[in-house]
């Protein structure tokens, strides 16, 4: 182990600047009198197509600011690899994700008081949605006016994003102008986490007005790849550094944030995980916790392709003339737009309660391998995921160093009742029936994924394994509870330790019914308070 920096201890180190990690840099360090450490593995947040809201379509090829990460071979899927970006760079995936803003529906926190997750129930998250939200339309009982994450309606939207909307309502779903209002079902325009028509990560948030504090110091490039401890209180973190090793000391807590991967990675390196594998590795164990890593969800998603016959969609605007329209007039234009611009959250035949358990977001744009892969020609495509999936995954090391990515075991249709398969049919179906509506006719041209609008349910499911991929919400490897079995406690502190919490998506008991960013900000906003001991709101 390095010897410990000589720089003076810091009270607080958060490792990650990600969604949650920003959060609580700026709010640990409104205290004057503590110090905050905050360690990022990724670069400054320089990048112009991270703050160009459409530069997100070119951002999936910038591995400098992205862990790449790839799913171990998935049985229910064909045994394809399925790649999952995550944001490595200050603002973590809130930097490169689709802006859209979602928080899900009052029972989805409910559930996680139910199952555990005492303090976290709707009533008690409400209020730090509404602390961390400064919405553009205003503050109201649902919505916060002022907080730091500025969330607006998109400055330019493509027609094609028009007619998707009036194709739901020809199918019988109400049009809907605020997902996080006392409605979520139906179809409209999302709104973003943008300010000014660009992108407001958690970085541009929270981290810019806070970082001239003189108590807050923020490393960059700075790879965490131990915990260390003093029997089995938390006091410091070992990284990495222009190919140096720190060891940094915490007095009071080391906070992780490092995401729904590498937060378990981070504790499976630093001894806290199932003992028998922590060995296999060579790692000495602090403490034998058997679901760090497990209990993996995400949302597995579905994308129906289909040409245009007329050229209004993205696919043949010059990336470049886009960037000059939107930096020469004023952040306006398609620069502005987040590319899925609308969607929709629908209640299918098969849902068990009122909610709606299906997700739509429609891209006026031909997007197949997450826009890895151009295809020629014009056209449009609608993502549908089944929110609420039954099936469970798990992250796993594969070898002791942090250098070496972790392995993603998603499971993805692996319930043992078949029910996500069943659920992922109904998002296949009802896309190809919203392609079928009048409003697409003067659009409508051949099918391409999948090849043919007549498919039986047998050939869709066959499509749905060859071609479904993730729409990015991994969740719950470190999960919150009250049981002994859950990794973190209701107040996140680390099962077996002390001096130790984990702070990010990765405490989520299930998925909730939407995007993850805001509920990720409102689970930072919220830990602040308990890391604080102020009362919570
Ligand atoms: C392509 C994409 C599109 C998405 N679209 C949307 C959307 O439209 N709306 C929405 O609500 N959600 C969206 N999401 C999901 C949402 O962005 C994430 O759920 C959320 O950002 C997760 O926040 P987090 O704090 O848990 O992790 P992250 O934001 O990923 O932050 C983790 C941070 O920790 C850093 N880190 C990790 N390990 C270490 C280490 N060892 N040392 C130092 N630093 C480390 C990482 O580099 C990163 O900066 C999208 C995600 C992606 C990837």
């Known amino acids: 182990m390095p010897p410990v920096s000589p720089a003076a201890a810091f009270d607080y180190i958060i490792i990650g600047a990600g969604s949650a990690g920003c959060v609580l840099a700026n709010r640990l360090s409104e205290d004057p009198d503590v110090k905050v450490l905050l360690l990022e593995a990724g670069p400054r947040d320089w990048h112009p197509f991270i703050h160009m809201p459409a530069g997100l379509a070119k951002l999936v090829g910038q591995k400098g600011v992205n862990w790449d990460y790839d799913t171990s071979p998935e049985p229910q899927l064909d045994n394809r690899v399925l790649w999952w970006p995550r944001g490595k760079v200050l603002g973590g995936s809130s930097s490169i994700n689709a802006m859209c803003y979602i928080r899900g529906v009052p029972r989805d926190y409910d559930d996680w008081a139910a199952q555990g ?49 009036e194709a739901g309502r020809q199918a019988g779903l109400a049009r809907n102008d605020d997902f996080n209002g006392p409605q979520q079902q139906g179809v409209g325009l999302y709104q973003v986490t943008q300010r000014d028509g660009a992108r407001c990560s958690s970085a541009v948030a929270y981290l810019d007005p806070a970082k001239a504090r003189a108590n807050l110091t923020v490393h960059t490039g700075a790879l965490a790849s131990r915990i260390t401890f003093d029997r089995h209180r938390a006091n410091g973190v070992v990284y990495s550094a222009f190919g140096k090793a720190f060891h940094q000391q915490a007095t009071r807590e080391v906070i992780l944030c490092g995401g729904a991967i590498n937060s378990p990675q981070l504790l499976m390196l630093s001894g806290i995980g199932p003992a028998a594998e922590l060995r296999r590795h060579g790692i000495d164990v602090v403490a034998d916790a058997a679901n760090v890593g497990r209990n993996l969800q995400d949302h597995l998603d579905i994308c129906t392709l289909q040409h245009s ?34 969607g929709g959250f629908v209640r299918s035949p098969l849902a068990p309660d009122e909610r709606a358990d299906i997700q739509l977001h429609f891209v006026p744009a031909m997007l197949d391998d997450h826009g890895r892969r151009r295809l020629k020609g014009d056209g449009y495509t609608l993502h549908a995921c089944f929110l609420r999936p039954r099936s469970r995954g798990r992250i796993a090391l594969a070898s002791n160093r942090a250098s070496d990515k972790a392995r993603i075991e998603a499971n993805y249709l692996s319930d043992a009742e078949g029910f996500d398969l069943k659920m992922m049919l109904e998002c296949a179906k009802l896309s190809r029936e919203l392609f079928g509506q009048p409003a697409f006719d003067a659009y409508r041209g051949a099918p391409i994924f999948p090849a043919r609008n007549d498919l039986s349910d047998t050939e869709l499911v066959e499509f749905i394994r060859a071609k479904a991929e993730t729409v990015y919400h991994p969740i719950g490897s470190c999960r919150m509870g009250s049981d002994e079995a859950s990794v973190v406690d209701p107040e996140l502190r680390v099962r077996g330790v002390e001096g130790l919490r984990v702070v990010d998506a990765s405490v989520m008991p299930t998925l909730i019914g939407g995007n993850t960013n805001a509920p990720t900000i409102m689970i930072a906003e919220r830990a602040a308070d308990l890391i604080r001991g102020l009362p919570t709101l």
Do not use: C, K, M
Request: no cysteine; net charge negative.
């Open 309 to 342: 016959t007329q050229r209004v969609t993205y696919d043949r605007v010059g990336d470049l003339q886009i960037a000059f329209n939107y930096f020469l007039r004023g952040h306006s234009g398609p620069g502005s737009s987040n590319i899925a611009e609308a």
């Open 117 to 165: 997750a005492i303090g976290w129930d709707w009533a008690s998250a409400l209020p730090y949605f509404r602390r961390s939200e400064g919405n553009s339309r205003g503050a109201d009982a649902l919505h916060g006016g002022d907080g730091p994450l500025s969330v607006s309606d998109l400055r330019y939207t493509n027609p094609l994003s028009q007619v998707f909307v």
